[in-house]
């Protein structure tokens, strides 16, 4: 465990009021992969992810000891601020919506806050971040056309095109083949693979079948524990622990 690493978790501890979510969390993760943040309902994985770009600091009542560091710099220092922390962890929750915008629209809204205004600046930016979330071919021919007509899953991937046109590093899934079918899901699957060869990805799968078809390496929470991580096959194969071991093999959760 380094200071070098994309994402470095040291001891962290997390409360919301007296209720503790994550507790005295340790871990690296590296860029260009897919990290799976598994664990059964209330484990503390959407308070992970949230941590992350300081989401969580936005509820009222909360802490939090410990320290977050991305590229070597900590996020609640004044090394980083937040807009820029904000710009660089993007994130998609479960169940995402399209704005009731053109396909176009709805991609090229974040950067026209950000200023960017060019027509064809923006229309490369759409394409690169459509292509990107492997969206575009479905959708090329009716860029203009309403996103709300969009599939469940077509939606899903045109939010992920939506946070990658503003450019972050690391991308942060919160379940995001809840509610979608198998196809659907394929397709995400398939973008989250292209995706990791530029991003660093930390995804909460929605099962754990998902998590050993797409991710690099593994961490196990339970009840805002850390149980064990590592590589994705050792975790599935050969767990170190009887509590994921348990969790695996459908024991519980
Ligand atoms: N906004 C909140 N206020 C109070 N407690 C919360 C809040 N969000 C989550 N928690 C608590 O924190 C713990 C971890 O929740 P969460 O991070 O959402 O877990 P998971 O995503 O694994 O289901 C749970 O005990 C949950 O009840
Ligand atoms: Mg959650």
């Known amino acids: 465990m380094n200071n070098r690493s994309k994402i470095f978790i040291d001891h962290f501890h997390f409360y919301y009021g007296k209720v503790q979510a994550l507790k005295d969390l340790s871990l690296s993760i590296s860029a260009r992969q897919i990290f799976a943040v ?24 909360t802490s939090h000891t410990g320290k977050i560091y991305i590229d070597g710099r ?29 396909i176009f629209e709805n991609i090229a809204y974040g950067p026209r806050l950000k200023g960017i205004s060019e027509r064809n600046r923006l229309g490369e930016m759409v394409e690169v971040s459509l292509k990107a979330a492997v969206l575009w071919d479905e959708v090329k021919d009716r860029l203009h056309s309403s996103a ?55 995804l909460v799968p929605h099962n754990i079948q998902q998590a050993s078809r797409v991710a690099d390496r593994v961490g196990f929470f339970l009840g805002g524990e ?3 991580e590592g590589p994705s096959e050792e975790i599935f194969t050969r767990p170190r622990m009887k509590k994921t071991e348990d969790y695996i093999s459908g024991r519980f959760g």
């Open 148 to 202: 709300l007509k969009l599939s469940g899953g077509q939606q899903q991937r045109l939010c992920i095109a939506r946070m990658l046109a503003l450019e972050p590093e690391i991308i942060m899934l919160d379940e995001p083949c809840s509610g979608l079918d198998p196809i659907s899901t394929a397709s995400i699957e398939k973008s989250l693979m292209s995706l990791k060869e530029t991003y660093t990805i930390l």
């Open 38 to 61: 598994l664990g059964p309902a209330r484990s503390g994985k959407t308070t992970l992810l949230k941590s992350m770009n300081r989401l969580a600091d936005l509820i009222h009542g």
């Open 226 to 228: 850390l149980i064990e």
């Open 74 to 102: 900590e996020i609640h220092g004044e090394e980083m601020p937040l807009p820029e922390l904000r710009r660089r962890v993007g994130m998609v929750f479960d169940l995402p919506t399209a704005l009731p915008l053109s």
